[in-house]
Structures are given as structure tokens and as C-alpha cells.
């Protein structure tokens, strides 16, 4: 299993920083109050509030303040603020050799996948995916999951029954993100390895036809074969074509991994949706996949 970074406690310090889009201290200074407001010391990297574009400053400036929050022995976590697209620009860029020999938790969802990828291939440290600040206030539900996640309180979760779910009971390590950001990182030093593990995906506005191709590629490259299970969240705002695709993006999902016996859970409520519940990747997760109820639980 993954390596557990220390639990936050009163009085520690997290670091915000953006590794993707720009964001202002207008769209920040709420969260903020609500993060300190749990006992922590917020710090906000050097460069946030930087734009170039899209981007929330250079990719060195971005680079430098990810590489600052990993090596400053005073931050315990590190909040990225917002995802969009960038993050895959800087991580060859960073050294994570200190935070190798002193793992704290990174945060978020999105293209922070990249993060969650990279780290866990490498380092085997475990991190949060969970909600980040941009989306606070979409769902006190997530936002206290985070809150709990961070201070090491226990997360189980029970959600209602899928139609296209696959009954079952595994165990595994948890992994996974963004399907576009996965199939992205194919081939590449972020590559993930998914055998004996349990997988979750979840993306949004993408073409339906692109959702198949994302698919194929995970099953031809073994990514799907061989896993302990499957755990799908939101899958939101999906297009189509003139001629349609015809097919949902669940079932094309459920087409790509009907051939294979490991329980399916659908609609599980994370991902580009407001009830995006935090899931620590790298560790060890319980499902339980039933008619009636499936329950997703800490070992």
C-alpha cells in the first residue's frame, strides 16, 4: 500500500497553489476563511494570483511555486485551487525529492490527476482526491469530506444501486482520476499501473465517441483486465454528434469491461459534479457492490 502522509492536525499549514488556470483573490478569499475556520494556517503561493492566458502564470512560475509548497518542511498539504489544463506542463519540472523523504497530502480533482498519477507511479505516497476551493460552497457535503479526509476521520461511503452495476465484493488499493487525463498520461513517466487494483474514472464534456476511444486504450494497454474492481463517478455533460454514437457513456464504459468478473459501481458522487466526495487514492478500499446498496469503505 501507499504511504500514508501525516493527518493534519490544529495549527498546521496548507499551501494553495494553481498548477492549472488562473484564478483571483476574489474567487479565493471565501474558501480561504472557511480553511481557516477548521484551524489551519492558510499560505498562498508567491505566484497564484499570476495570468498568462489561460494559465494561472508561466510554467515557471506555476513550477516554482508547486516545487516551493513541496519543500517548505512548514506546509503539510498543498491545496490546488482549480483545475482546467496545465498541469502536465510542469511535472517534469519538479523535484520530489524532499517531498519523497517527507510525504505530505496533495489535493484536488481534475488535472490534478496528473499529480495524483505521477506521485503514486513514483513515490507510492497516497493523495486526496477531493473538491477544491473554486467549489466550495457547490456542496457542504464534499467540502466537509475534504475537511475529514484531511484530519484523518473516517470516510465510508453507501450510495444507491446503478442498473448497469456488476454485484460483487473486492478489496484493493485505489487509484485512478480523470479518464482524459489517464489516457493522456499513457506511455508516459506519470503512466499508471492498475493490476490488482480498484479503478476509478470519472470526466466531463467529452464526445461520446472520444469516451470509447479513452476505453479502448485502457483495454488494449491492459489497463482494465486485471483489475480487483471499477468504480465510475460522474461522467457529466457528455456530447454527441450529428449521427449519434448510441450508446451513454456508462454503457460504453460497461461494454469496454463486460468481458471481465470484478465489481462495477456507477454513479458513484465524485468527479465534475457538485457532490464530489473525497477519495484518498493509494489506499486500501472495501467494495461492496449489491442489488440494493454498494458501499465503498477505508480497510
Known amino acids: 500500500m501507499a504511504v500514508l502522509p501525516p493527518y493534519l492536525k490544529p495549527g498546521d ?3 494553495l497553489i494553481a498548477t492549472a488556470r488562473k484564478i483571483s483573490p476574489e474567487e479565493l478569499l471565501p474558501s480561504i476563511e472557511l480553511i481557516e475556520s477548521w484551524g489551519l494556517n492558510v499560505v498562498t503561493a508567491p505566484n497564484l494570483y499570476k495570468q498568462e492566458n489561460q494559465f494561472a502564470g508561466s510554467d515557471e512560475d506555476r513550477a516554482a511555486d508547486l516545487q516551493w509548497a513541496l519543500d517548505n518542511e512548514n506546509i503539510k ?3 490546488c485551487v482549480r483545475g482546467g489544463y496545465g498541469t502536465v506542463r510542469i511535472i517534469d519540472k519538479i523535484d520530489f525529492s524532499k517531498f519523497g523523504k517527507q510525504p505530505k497530502w496533495i489535493i484536488g480533482y481534475s488535472d490534478v490527476t496528473v499529480l495524483h498519477q505521477h506521485i503514486h507511479t513514483n513515490f507510492n505516497v497516497a493523495t486526496l482526491h477531493a473538491t477544491m476551493p473554486i467549489n466550495f460552497f457547490k456542496n457542504e457535503e464534499a467540502t466537509e469530506s475534504l475537511r475529514k479526509a484531511l484530519f484523518g476521520e473516517q470516510l465510508n461511503y453507501e450510495i444507491k444501486p446503478h442498473s ?3 454485484e ?3 478489496e484493493g488499493e ?3 482520476g480523470n479518464l482524459s487525463l489517464i489516457y493522456a498520461l499513457t506511455g508516459s513517466k506519470s503512466d499508471i499501473e492498475t493490476d490488482g487494483k480498484i479503478l476509478f ?5 467529452e464526445y ?3 469516451v470509447d476511444r479513452m476505453m479502448m486504450n485502457l483495454k488494449r494497454s491492459g489497463k482494465l483486465s486485471k483489475l480487483k474492481g471499477l468504480v465510475v463517478g460522474g461522467m457529466s455533460d457528455m456530447k454527441d454528434n450529428t449521427v449519434p454514437f448510441g450508446k451513454t457513456a456508462e454503457e460504453i464504459i460497461y461494454d469496454a469491461v463486460k468481458e471481465y468478473n470484478y465489481p462495477i459501481c456507477f454513479d458513484f458522487p465524485a468527479g465534475h459534479i457538485d457532490r464530489n466526495l473525497s477519495l484518498v ?4 478500499y472495501s467494495l461492496n457492490v449489491s442489488k440494493n446498496h454498494i458501499h465503498l469503505k477505508f480497510t
Open 77 to 79: 498539504a498543498i491545496l
Open 168 to 170: 460483487g465484493n473486492t
Open 281 to 284: 487514492f493509494g489506499k486500501k
Open 201 to 205: 474514472i470519472e470526466d466531463l464534456d
Open 174 to 176: 485505489l487509484v485512478g
Open 13 to 15: 499549514s496548507i499551501a
Open 208 to 210: 461520446l465517441y472520444h
Open 164 to 166: 448497469l452495476n456488476r
